[in-house]
């Protein structure tokens, strides 16, 4: 999931990519469970990634734009 500043939800302004399907992935690919996100809708601004693994553990990433 992905908010913006205020909290709210703007996942679906990112598309998700999966390397897996790419012949020539567009960025390096280390392991299987890597994934790069188109997120060029996105408005300027400090947005967070919220990421839960199979064990339900949370990660967080801020990140601006």
Known sequence: TIYNS???D???S???LNLSN???PPIN???DNRYEMDCASLTTGYYTL???NEKG???LL???K
């Open 22 to 24: 790419y012949t020539n």
């Open 57 to 59: 553990e949370l990660y």
């Open 10 to 12: 703007v996942t679906s």
């Open 29 to 31: 690919k280390y392991g």
């Open 62 to 64: 801020r990140f601006k």
């Open 6 to 8: 205020s909290r709210a």
């Open 50 to 52: 919220e990421i839960k």
């Open 14 to 16: 990112c598309t998700l």
